[in-house]
């Protein structure tokens, strides 16, 4: 079993990160982490249904339109829909999932481990292991 400081090193050590539930809205989770990424030089592409693009990155509608070099996913979604979101992930061979605070769904998780995805989901948050400060 790893510790959850080897979960975050393996999550990290990505090429690129997905952000499920990337929002255009600067005071939401979703937009934060989306730039925390890009505070720390890391290739990121954010998922929205409905925006083509957000802090000048071009969005993917779903995980399933992904570019191949995203191994990571971080998720800021509703319970309900980030048990979607992970089976999308797991169909598309994402190796780590990380759920943000509040996104976490025991179904998810349980589906992460039984697909063999480094999921962390016991509320750690991206934002402080980056250390995010809003500009």
Not at 81 to 104: F, L, N, R
Not at 110 to 120: D, H, L, P, Q
Request: proline share 5%.
């Amino acid at each position: 079993m790893k510790t959850i400081d080897e979960k975050i090193a393996a999550f990290l050590a990505a090429p690129a990160f997905g952000v499920a539930g990337a929002s255009k809205n600067r005071d939401k989770y979703g937009n934060k982490v989306l730039r925390c990424y890009q505070l720390n030089d890391r290739k990121v592409i954010p998922i929205n249904p409905v925006e083509a693009e957000i802090e000048g990155v071009a969005c993917v509608k779903s995980v399933s339109e992904l570019p191949a070099e995203v191994q990571s996913l971080s998720i800021i979604t509703p319970p309900q829909i980030t048990d979607k979101v992970v089976e999308q992930a797991i169909a598309k061979g994402i190796k780590h999932v990380w759920m943000q605070p509040g996104a976490q769904s025991a179904t998810a998780v349980a589906a992460c481990e039984r697909a063999g995805v480094n999921v962390i989901a016991d509320g750690s948050c991206v934002l402080v292991v980056l250390g995010y400060r809003d500009h």
